[in-house]
């Protein structure tokens, strides 16, 4: 059974809410319909009512496969506002937070963060800079964390790594040039998505050009830095490092280039790029070179799991990040 396989099963065991703000487009509209039928999810379409209704019509869908939320429905808007601002993490006011949710978006936010939904997916009608700040202004940011990042996940054939063909890496797709900081933070949340997403136990390798001082340069000392602010923040995570990428994945590597004891260092199931020009390219080299299958980006670092997906994403993919978001976010509530 493959790692996309295993996921869909758990998605199908605890079927979670999805917010689809985006309800009117095509392709979401069908994913939507399509992992709610096959009971994968619980699809919630938000947006006007009766437009809905009549794309459900014109595309002889099944009505009561979905919730439908009205934004125009003032009485369930207003219980959502007095819920939302009650919360003690909440960055808007009501006035304010009256007119966003005018948009879709921002209204499927706050289902959301009122627990009327568990997952909020969107990003073909909006962009990913809409996602993100719409997130960041409701949603907000896990405490701790100060920077949102993306994880992927690789199939990779022919590679035996400690989780066999599978290998977590991030952030090839969000945070362009993190600072120390906010790299242990890509590091921590790293571990979190991987635990709630599969069940492993993370080993966590920070890697660079260099393994443990083998290199300098300030490049080397951020990753580093990295490393001890990530251990000092969350001890309970095994994260490691700096490692060349070979010493972080193959154990007859790491036993000649780490001479002290790791729980990381050759076994490494989660990999952390020193920055996105890395991660990018580093990405594109496994999928063409080792015709890996990459599930992703995840994002990462929100209070709750929100996902933009890829606006060239064809229906398949858009399905399988659709099941993986309903599987973190089950995760996540352990």
Not at 20 to 32: I, R, S, T, V, W
Not at 130 to 153: N, R, Y
Request: aromatic share 6%.
């Amino acid at each position: 059974m493959s790692v996309l396989d295993q996921i869909y099963e758990k998605a199908k065991r605890n079927p979670q809410r999805i917010a689809f703000p985006e309800a009117l487009n095509e392709k979401m509209m069908q994913a939507a319909y399509e992992t709610g039928k096959e009971g994968y999810i619980i699809p919630v379409l938000v947006g006007y009512g009766d437009e809905i209704r009549m794309a459900l019509s014109e595309k002889r869908y099944e009505e009561s496969i979905f919730t439908i939320v009205d934004i125009r429905e003032e009485t369930y808007k207003k219980s959502l506002i007095d819920r939302y601002v009650d919360l003690p993490q909440a960055m808007l006011k009501e006035k304010a937070l009256n007119r966003r949710m005018q948009n879709p978006l921002y209204y499927a936010m706050v289902m959301q963060a009122v627990d009327e939904a568990d997952v909020t997916f969107a990003g073909i009608d909006n962009t990913t800079g809409d996602v993100l700040l719409a997130g960041q202004m409701v949603i907000g940011l896990k405490p701790g964390i100060s920077a949102i990042s993306s994880i992927g996940l690789c199939d990779i054939p022919g590679f035996k790594g400690s989780e066999g063909s599978l290998l977590a890496i991030g952030d090839s797709a969000v945070c362009a040039n993190p600072d120390a900081g906010q790299l242990a933070d890509i590091a921590i949340s790293a571990c979190d998505t991987v635990s709630s997403l599969l069940d492993w136990e993370p080993r966590c390798a920070m890697v660079s050009y260099s393994t443990l001082g083998s290199g300098q340069g300030e490049l080397v000392d951020k990753v580093a830095k990295a490393v001890a602010i990530a251990n000092g923040q969350r001890p309970d995570l095994a994260i490691d490092g700096e490692f060349q990428f070979d010493a972080a994945v193959s154990p007859q590597v790491a036993l000649k280039k780490v001479p002290r004891e790791s729980r990381v260092a050759g076994k490494a199931n989660v990999i952390i790029w020193p920055d996105l020009n890395v991660g990018n390219v580093g990405v594109k080299l496994i999928q063409q070179f080792g015709h890996a299958n990459a599930y992703g980006p995840m994002l990462q670092g929100f209070n709750k799991v929100v996902c933009d997906c890829s606006r060239g994403a064809p229906v398949s993919e858009i399905k399988g990040n659709i099941v993986i978001s309903a599987v973190r976010a089950a995760g996540s509530k352990r």
